[in-house]
């Protein structure tokens, strides 16, 4: 994208004159030092020329940089889309340059003894114009993609701030508490060694919890520990009509997550869908190079709605820590999602 300073031709109009104008000058100063005779301001029309020269220079670099933002954007690669620019616009400036000169020296003014220093100085200042122009194009988009830069972390600042604050919430969810204590309660008289395994992987859970409620990333391992625990007390709870089903490729253990992204899902799973004996519910952990799928059978609540803040949370917390994206899908019968792993 040409910065916005070029894109409006009367920016261009006043930009090219001035530099025009100045290139001019700096022209006759270094004449005036090599020629003690020489007069400065003695043609005033060379200015006028000058500026119009300025003003085509300028037009040359927008129009130049207008037919490269569609094969080298400046997204693409900002040393690579200045080095193109400066070479188109620098072989078509030189070449319009040596026919202006060209046709003064050898058609306007014949006679004329032509001293190759001098007009070396000139097409020194021309091509430092050129690097000058070029180089305010290609700060303006540092300047702006800094900018940019700045707000696209202070939104992911946001962003997580809002995701650990969904963090805590689950940490001091009364619902997961107050169910997983009714259920121990009934186990404790009819099952006393389930009991007491569910005893241990609860204190697992919420141990888990809290040594990682600040951590960015965890192995991939400790995250299937943990969704081993809290998937064995979802299966208590429910009595068998969740039937959770792991596929984990032990290579894959050690690359990185975010911390209880699993556990987000499965407890999107629960919430959303159906769960009893005539409709059980299926929830699949899976891996396929380098992504974790979780996927479960569609089977909606008819009055739950949702609002998407658990997976939109998710997605915004893997877009800080990574540019490949959370996949969802939803098919007929399925509800798909892929986390990158780290």
Sequence with gaps: MIPYIYSKWYYRLITGTL???MTWLANEVLLSVRYRYFLMFSQPLNYFYAAIFGIFILETVYLSGKQLDESQPWDKGPLMRFLFQMLGSLLIALFWVGLIRFC???ILFPAKLVIFSDELILLTLAITLLLLINLAELGFYLNEKYRSSLAEVERFRKENAEYQFEM???QLNPHFLFNSLNTLSSLVHNDPANAAEFIRRLSDVYRYVLENRNKELVLLREEMEF????SFLQSLRFQGMIDFRFDIGEELLDRKVAPMTLQLLIENAVKHNIVS?????TVVISSEKDNL????????KEEMTGTGV?????SSRYAFLTDRKVEIIREDNLFKVV????
Excluded: A, D, H, T
Excluded at 277 to 281: A, C, D, E, V
Excluded at 293 to 300: A, D, G, K, R, Y
Excluded at 310 to 314: D, P, T, V
């Design 227 to 230: 969704i081993r625990s809290y």
């Design 293 to 300: 799928i979780v996927e479960n059978n569609l089977q909606f």
């Design 339 to 342: 986390v990158p792993l780290i």
């Design 277 to 281: 004996s005539k409709q059980p519910l």
């Design 168 to 170: 805590l919430k689950l």
């Design 310 to 314: 658990g997976l939109k949370n998710i």
């Design 104 to 106: 003064i020296n050898s």
């Design 19 to 21: 530099l025009g104008i």
